[in-house]
Each structure stands twice: as C-alpha cells, then as structure tokens.
C-alpha cells in the first residue's frame, strides 16, 4: 500500500533554513519521478520542486536558487532543502509521486499529510 510520510516542518525566522523529508513506502520509489507542492491559505496549490528518476531538478521561479530537492533511493527518501525562508514560504509542503508528460509533472497516487512550515519572526 502506497504511504508518504512527510516530516521536517516547523517554525523559522525569516533567513532560516529548514530540510523536509518525505519517507515513501509501497512502490519502488527508483522508478518514479517526485514532486513538492505547497499549499498556503487562500492560495493555490504550488510545485516547487520536481527530481525526475535520473535526478534532474527543476524549480519555479519562485524558489530557485534557495530550494534545493534531493533524493535517496536506497532509503526510499526524497528531501527538500530551504534556505534563505521568506515569510511567504509559509505553507503545507505535500510530497508526490509521479510522471513527467513531456515538461510537465504530473502527480499521481496518495498524498501524504503534509508537513507545516511556518516562517515568522
């Protein structure tokens, strides 16, 4: 059975860094691309992170160059690193798996909870 655990969030200082993780189980997590999303209040749901099966990133303007997706295959992980946080980072952060339809991502299967990232001073 498909499981995503996210976890890492918590509150930080504006300038602060923080590392998600996103534990999967059920699949064989080689074989997939993976994706972060964010959602804050009263706004859309967010990509800001992909890492195809090869380890090719890529990023939204938004985030590029303070993000950082990463992952571990031998322990089924995929990692987000954020540095330089912003306030409005703030945010749920969901880990995904999924396919890549030409440039575009597509999530598939579960979600996790999601883990809550907070930036505040």
């Known amino acids: 059975q498909l499981s995503l655990v996210e976890s890492g969030g918590g509150l930080v200082q504006p300038g602060g860094s923080l590392r998600l993780s996103c534990e999967v189980s059920?699949?064989?997590?080689?074989?997939?691309?993976m994706g972060w999303y964010r959602q804050a209040p009263e706004k859309q749901r967010e990509l800001v992170a992909t890492?195809?099966?090869?380890?090719?990133?890529n990023y939204p303007d938004s985030v590029k160059g303070r993000f950082a997706i990463s992952r571990d295959n031998a322990k089924n992980t995929v990692y987000l690193q954020m540095n330089t946080l912003n306030i409005e980072d703030t945010a749920v952060y969901y880990c995904?798996?999924?396919?890549?339809?030409?440039?575009?991502?597509?999530?598939?299967?579960?979600w996790g909870q999601g883990t809550q990232v907070t930036v505040s001073s």
């Open positions: 059920g699949i064989i997590f080689s074989a997939y691309s």
């Open positions: 890492i195809t099966r090869a380890g090719t990133t």
């Open positions: 995904t798996i999924g396919t890549f339809v030409g440039a575009t991502y597509h999530p598939t299967g579960k």
